[in-house]
């Protein structure tokens, strides 16, 4: 029984990541068809960005939120502008190619980005300096820290956000006109363009502070941690029914849940021959029997309520 | 008010649009007839800069349309009601009307504006909360036309409004046509129902495999032996 809860609160941390990673996928995704593979090397950048911040104002007797704080705010600075640059260069060029020229164009921006972070911050694990004091509850058996309460209680002010950004903006209702049919909603006035930086520039933005929270959640980065990070949130986007906003939250909850019930038991379930260290066979599992069963996801919409 | 120029419209190697000169006079209703695939459709996605053309000149109150780009159109005073309507599927019918006036920001106006096509179409009113997607193809038709006036356009272009329609919608949709244009709405309708568009509008074009063959006033092109037999049916 404390085992279940315990990997209920794991799961939920995990999965209030995997959600704000999600939806960089499906935000973008949802308006031009775009599997952005470099989305997780934008995550990974926004944690190296974080962590170089936080090592140089660390000695800087500043109080360690704030210090806190400034590399949150610079990463997600930096990944907007990488979001950005990526969507102008990479992206745009390619507007109205077959889909399977920017697909593989995103591959290879995930590369180079991986590429340009191990020139920058090494090959080796970089640890995050001991910033926060940890503090450690307990409820029925299982235990939490500060931290795990700071990253959902931020993933969901920040997903509460984006809600009332979609939906109660002008910037809202043009993205989501675009979503639906991007030559109606240019004649209405909406400028594509536009909303097409803005679905990756705010999709960074949140991948930044994602980012930021598998930082202080596993207390280490690595140039190459993007790449399982963003197969798994895309496996939740995925899960939730990508190019749908709540599915993406909801499917990156339910992900985090399953792999950690998942980590919790498969010792169980296999007789202790397979361990915990397992536990990345779930997502894909998860995503493999979507893909079968409903490819559309949980929330998805039939092909034909897609405009 | 809209002087087109040699318009040429290609895809790819197939020319759709071979070279077309009309005009539309302010206050007027043009109507623009023509067969499946003559490149009507064509001409108002050039026109609305949905595409580029591959020539000529599109100029729009002394100004070049050619070199704008689509989302700039709509505060020249152009909307386009595109053929199979457009409307956003997983809208409310208020919020597709609420995009009509993307480009505004005369709030207390838009306000009146909404009250205004609601009065015009009292179904939108009924469905102001359902999605988009569901509505009737009629009622789809409706909120086109009816966030299209959103924009406060000083010229619409209509591609096919009675298309897929059932008559007594067909009627409807019309009647509110007519009533737009009586109160100053320049048109430029495209229709494969030549009968009814040449009833409503004053001049007509006959459009051909990508040209323009015919061009009188509507009356004396719904009398023409020739129109009668290839587009009226008789
Ligand atoms: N996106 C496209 N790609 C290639 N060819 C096209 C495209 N759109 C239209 N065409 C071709 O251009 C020609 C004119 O098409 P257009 O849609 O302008 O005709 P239309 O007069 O509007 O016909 P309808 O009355 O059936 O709507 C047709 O031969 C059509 O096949
Ligand atoms: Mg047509």
Redesign the interface.
């Known amino acids: 029984m404390d085992t279940l809860l315990q990997q209920l609160i794991n799961g939920l941390t995990l999965g209030a990541v995997y959600a704000l990673v999600a939806l960089g996928y499906t935000m973008v995704y949802g308006i031009i068809g775009l599997i952005n593979f470099a989305h997780g090397e934008v995550v990974m950048i926004g944690t190296m960005v974080a962590f170089t911040v936080i090592v140089a104002l660390a000695g800087s007797g500043l109080p360690p939120l704030l210090v806190l704080s400034i590399g949150l705010a610079v990463a997600v600075v930096v990944c907007m502008a990488l979001g950005w640059s990526l969507e102008r260069v990479a992206y745009r060029p390619l507007r109205g190619a077959p889909r399977l020229t920017p697909l593989i164009t995103a591959i290879g921006m995930s590369m180079v980005l991986q590429n340009v972070a191990m020139i920058i911050w090494g090959r080796n694990y970089i640890t995050f300096p001991p910033m926060i004091t940890k503090h450690i509850y307990s409820v029925g058996g299982a235990t939490f820290t500060n931290v795990q309460v700071a990253i959902v209680s931020l993933a969901a002010l920040v997903m509460m956000a984006l809600i009332y950004l979609v939906h109660r903006t ?1 910037i809202g ?2 993205m ?2 675009t979503a ?2 991007p ?10 363009n536009r909303v097409i930086a803005m679905a990756f520039v705010i999709g960074s933005a949140l991948g930044a502070v994602a980012g930021c929270m598998v930082g202080s959640y596993y207390e280490i980065a690595h140039y190459q941690m993007g790449f399982m990070l963003g197969l798994k949130a895309f496996t939740a986007a995925v899960l939730g029914g990508i190019g749908n906003l709540a599915g993406a939250m909801a499917g990156g909850l339910l992900l985090g849940v399953i792999e950690a019930l998942g980590a919790g038991y498969i010792g169980q379930l296999t007789g202790d021959f397979l361990g915990s260290h397992y536990q990345d066979i779930f997502a894909f599992i998860v995503l493999i029997i979507v893909l079968m069963f409903r490819p559309s996801g949980l929330f998805g ?1 039939r092909e034909g ?3 | 008010m809209l002087e087109v120029t040699g318009l040429r419209v290609s895809y790819g190697g197939i020319q759709a649009v071979r070279g077309i000169t009309f005009h539309v006079n302010e206050g007027e209703m043009v109507a623009l007839i023509g067969a499946n695939g003559a490149g009507k459709s064509s001409t108002l996605r050039a026109l609305a800069r949905l595409l580029t053309p591959a020539g000529g000149s599109v100029r729009y109150r002394g100004k070049e349309l050619v070199s704008l780009p689509p989302h700039r159109l709509v505060g020249e005073g152009i909307a386009l009601v595109p053929e199979g309507r457009g409307v956003f599927p997983r809208m409310s019918s208020l919020e597709n009307l609420r995009m009509g006036a993307y480009a505004r920001n005369d709030k207390p106006a838009i306000q009146h504006d909404l009250e205004h096509v609601l009065q015009l179409f009292p179904r939108l009113k009924e469905r102001a909360q359902q999605t988009a997607g569901t509505l009737s193809g009629g009622e789809q038709q409706m909120l086109a036309i009816g966030r299209a006036l959103m924009s406060k356009p000083k010229l619409m272009l209509l591609d096919e409004p009675s298309m897929g329609l059932a008559p007594i919608m067909v009627q409807k949709i019309f009647e509110v046509i007519r009533k737009v244009a009586s109160e100053g709405m320049t048109i430029l309708l495209v229709e494969q129902n030549a009968k009814l568009a040449l009833e409503v509008s004053q001049r007509g074009y006959v459009m051909e495999s990508g040209e323009i063959t015919v061009t009188d006033e509507s009356h004396k092109l719904l009398a023409d032996p020739k129109v009668r037999a290839a587009y009226l049916g008789e």
Do not use: F, P
């Open positions: 002008r209702m043009a989501r006109a639906q049919n030559h109606v909603a240019s004649l209405m006035g909406v400028d594509i919409e309520d897609r405009a």
